[in-house]
């Protein structure tokens, strides 16, 4: 069922009125195809959503959850990883801390692909990980650490391009094999985070369009991958300003492969990839 603009700014006005969740500034066409997908599965219509939103906030929740994409994984887009690992954590070896902030962290892949390389770089004990989510459903699931994953040898690849090659110095080869960091049973296609990983990690349900830095300290690291695709361009250039203030002075904010930076604050940060290293001004 086709939903046109002023169905999606109507549901998005009741659910404003409702909660604290404020759809204004997400991407139009990525809205409304995820309503579109709620009607079909929830065999409903806009006005009959509408009046239900209205009467139930546990279901209201629920197409909460439903209009936020949640698809993560475990060293998705190596390249991004490589360079983490050999040239960005390196900048941090000095520090007495390391604070990072993971936004949308959605099941918390990510949030362990970063732990794995604090781990190997020795620099796990002084950092702090914060992550944070609009869902709560997949903060839970990010603290069990226990994945459905029916690609497991994909996975594989990606771990072992990460962790035992370095694009940077070629034939450099390292052998850290994912069963220092992963129980994985094939059979029921689960691959389950090992202890020293897990209990390190702070999350938080936390919405980035209405809250800000509730963490009180600067980042060394945010990322925010595969969030701000689903938001519109005024909104992702206030929350670029807003991660810029958020950084310390040599700080790195990561985003997604498919995500950019245009205009003015593009000349506030250094790019490689989809890392941007803070310049001071
Ligand atoms: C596609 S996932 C990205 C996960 C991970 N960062 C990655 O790139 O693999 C997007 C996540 O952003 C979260 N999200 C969407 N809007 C948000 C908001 N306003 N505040 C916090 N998280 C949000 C969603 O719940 C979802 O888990």
Known sequence: MKVVKTEADKLIEAIGDNSSYDFNQYSEKSFQRRVEKILSDYKLGIDDLIDKLHQDPVFLEEVVKNITVNTTEIFRDTVTWQILKHKVLKKYMHKSEINIWHIGCSTGQEVYSTLILLNELDLFTKSQIFATDLNTDVLNIAEKGIYKFREIDEFIESYNKVMCTNPFES?????????????????????????????????????????????????????????????NHELQNKLFEFFYDNLDDDGVLIIGRHEGMLGEIATKFKKEESIYSKRTI
């Not at 094999?177 to 029921?188: A, M």
């Not at 209405?210 to 990322?223: A, C, L, P, S, Y």
Request: proline share 3%.
């Open 171 to 231: 034939d450099t080869h390292e052998d850290v094999t994912y069963e220092k960091y992963f129980i994985i049973n094939r059979k029921k296609n689960l691959i389950t985070i090992k202890p020293p990983l897990l209990n390190k990690t702070i999350f938080v349900k936390h919405d980035i369009v209405k809250q800000g830095n509730i963490f009180e300290r600067k980042f060394d690291i945010i990322f925010c991958r595969n969030v701000l695709i689903y938001f």
